[in-house]
Each structure stands twice: as structure tokens, then as C-alpha cells.
């Protein structure tokens, strides 16, 4: 559901340091329906994944050469819920799915490797923490490394993800907003399409209404299947979402975009 760093040594006499955000995190847990596993965390199914994924390793490779942003690129952000809804959404995602995948969950350093790792098991794309900088490829889905914000980056004419220290003027890490903004810099926004997932606050809905603005799509998780109803209801209430789906419904519509429909 959702993660809280326990402060302080072994023994942790600083507990009440986190009390409200512990209770809040309680709360909304405590309201959330429970969810079946997605059906490819089945041991069979899995290994028909990873089976088909050697087989497309070389049409990724080729693909990853000739990449520029222009082929398309999604996003998603997440906070409260979201490890459960990303779950839901990236194992919804078909194998032959074409665009780079980058997703900025709210989650302290120390845990997204593993979350990354729990993903790769459920999902027909590859998954893999953003600890250092990457080039972007098809087929590819980029989990930002807790306890840092991701940017994108050109380099040697190639779109990259770069792990960058907490940036201080955002509250909330790895930042939405921050990748949204970076996104926007470096591509055409015609071909982005970005994702807001339950959680609190506004992370991300200023600039992925910018994207819709500007010419891309974004899809923004509906009140009746979000955890919390905070991020995407203020990227409603800003004119931002292209579209208000449930949990369900988003990587259905996402394949369709994409052209994998």
C-alpha cells in the first residue's frame, strides 16, 4: 500500500517524529479495497512472460537504436496506494508495448530496488530501477531510485533518465512535477501521454496538465478506484485529464494510444 521510513537507529525513540504522516498512511490504507493479484503473477504465466521477452530482446535492441522521443513516451506518478495501483496498471501492459515507460513513485531510497524487482516478476516489459543514468528504450519501464528526483537528458543524441539529488524546492520525492517539467524540455509534448495514480497532495498536476495543454494525453485514475483521491482530483480540477478512468481501465486504454490494440 504504501511505505513509512522508521527514523532513528536500531531502536527508534524518535518515533513520534512520524506520527501524523504514520496515521494519515493508517487511514488510508484503511480505507482502501483490497484488489486481486493481477493474473500474471502466476507462476506459469510468468515464465511465458520471460519467455517472450527473449524472444523480442532483439526487436527491443534494434528499436533502441533508432529511438528519439518522437516514438512516444508515458509517464506515471504515484503516491499513497501506489505501489498496489502501479501493479495493476504496468502488468496490464502487453509485451509488445512500444514506448519507454517512466514511473516516479513516491517511496524513500532504500526501497525501490526491491519494488522495482516485484514488478519485473509481474510484468510482460522489463523493469528496472533508475539508479544511474540510463538511455531510454522501448519496451522499457524506468522506476525512479527513492530518495532522488529523475530528469531527462540528451546525450550523444540519445534521450537518457538521470537519477539527480532531491531537488529542495518540491516536497515530495521522487518528484512528479520535476518529471513531468524535464519531460516537457526535451520532448515533443504531442507525443507524451502521462498517468496520475492515487495519492496525496499535487505532485505532477501542474505539468501534466501542461502536457495536455501543449498537445499530448494524460489519464487521470478516477475517484472510484484511488486510494486518495488528492493528485488526480487536482489534475481534474486544473482541466488537465484527457481522460478519467478506473485502476482497471488504464492500461486497456494505454495499449489503444499506443497502437498495441
Known sequence: MDYVTKPGGTISVSIDQIMNEMISKVRAAARATPRRKPATAAGALVRRIQDERRKLAQAHE?????????NGLLLLGASTGGPRALEIV?????????????????????FTKAFAERLDQLCALEVREASTTMPVEPGII???????????????????????PENANHLWHPSVELLGRSALQHCDPRHLTAVLLTGMGYDGSDSFADIKLRGGRTIAES???????????????????????TLEKISSQLAVWAGRV
Open 90 to 110: 504496468l502488468s496490464g501492459l502487453p509485451a509488445r508495448f512500444p514506448w519507454p515507460v517512466v514511473v516516479a513513485q513516491h517511496m524513500p531510497a532504500g
Open 223 to 245: 475517484e472510484d478506484s484511488a486510494v486518495v483521491y488528492g493528485m488526480p482530483a487536482e489534475l481534474v480540477r486544473k482541466g488537465g485529464a484527457s481522460l478519467v478512468l
Open 62 to 70: 534494434a528499436q533502441a537504436r533508432s529511438f528519439n522521443a518522437g
Open 142 to 164: 524506468f522506476i525512479a531510485r527513492g530518495g532522488a528526483d529523475l530528469l531527462f537528458a540528451n546525450r550523444a543524441g540519445r534521450l537518457h533518465v538521470v537519477p539527480t
